[in-house]
């Protein structure tokens, strides 16, 4: 176990549906990430939240919307999303920062 | 803007052979530096990290240097397994600005090590 949990592990919605992706940490970091995976690409930054507030967001199309409630959890809502957005969504936590990341094992979202 | 490279993409090796992976990066002004393990299907497991005043850190079969002046790291593995097989990825944490620190990935090296 990462201590970083991310459900569903699989998704796959259609071009007009509305979901959620659950990220919930149980290490007491203070900071919490989105990241997104494609297929021969980097690793590419979408959100970053420290101590529940969004510090960065890096230039993230409207359809994906987050939510942090808490320091332990943080959500991914999406709309209206595009084929071209089929990837693995990681969520990742850190103690402060500049800290160390620790990863969740993604949400695999397929968009039809 | 931050720049990683991981050269090659992909390696294959013999089992029991000692092996280096590679990670530039074009802006030496770093805070750290992060090597990750990824397992296909899986996130990210992380293996170092290196401060920026540091040279090298080491864990088990593990060695991984930074050179900032000429904005490299390479990260050593010694007596490699079957199960050392996986994606390893370089990410360069930098100052973006704003008290902001950008962590940038490389596409990572796919290591297969043949039993």
């Known amino acids: 176990e990462t201590g970083v949990t991310q459900t569903p592990r699989h998704l796959v919605m259609g071009m007009t549906n509305k979901k959620s992706l659950k990220c919930e940490q149980h290490?007491?970091?203070?900071?919490m990430y989105w990241y997104k995976q494609s297929a021969k690409k980097p690793l590419e930054l979408m959100f970053v939240?420290?101590?529940?507030?969004?510090?960065e967001n890096n230039s993230v199309p409207s359809r994906f919307s987050p939510e942090c409630p808490n320091s332990s959890h943080l959500f991914l809502h999406l709309h209206t999303l595009q084929p071209e957005d089929s990837a693995l969504y990681l969520c990742?936590?850190?103690?402060?920062?500049?800290?160390?990341?620790?990863f969740g094992n993604g949400t695999r979202l397929t968009v039809t | 803007k931050q720049e990683v490279t991981q050269i090659p993409a992909a390696l294959s090796v013999p089992e029991g052979e000692n092996l280096v992976l590679n990670c530039s990066f074009t802006?030496?002004?770093?805070?750290?530096l992060q090597w990750f393990r990824q397992d296909p299907g899986k996130g990210l497991t992380s293996l170092l990290l290196?401060?920026?005043?540091?040279r090298e850190q080491t864990s088990g079969r593990l060695n991984a240097s930074l050179d900032k002046s000429s904005g490299r790291s390479t990260l050593y593995i010694a007596a490699s397994q079957p199960g050392d097989s996986a994606t390893y990825l370089c990410?360069?944490?930098?100052?973006?600005?704003?008290?902001?620190?950008?962590?940038?990935f490389g596409k990572g090296t796919k290591l297969s090590v043949i039993p």
């Open positions: 990742a936590s850190s103690q402060e920062i500049t800290s160390p990341l620790h």
């Open positions: 290490l007491g970091h203070n900071a």
């Open positions: 939240y420290n101590f529940k507030e969004q510090t």
């Open positions: 802006d030496s002004a770093i805070y750290n």
């Open positions: 290196i401060q920026s005043s540091q």
């Open positions: 990410a360069v944490r930098s100052f973006s600005g704003a008290g902001s620190y950008q962590l940038t």
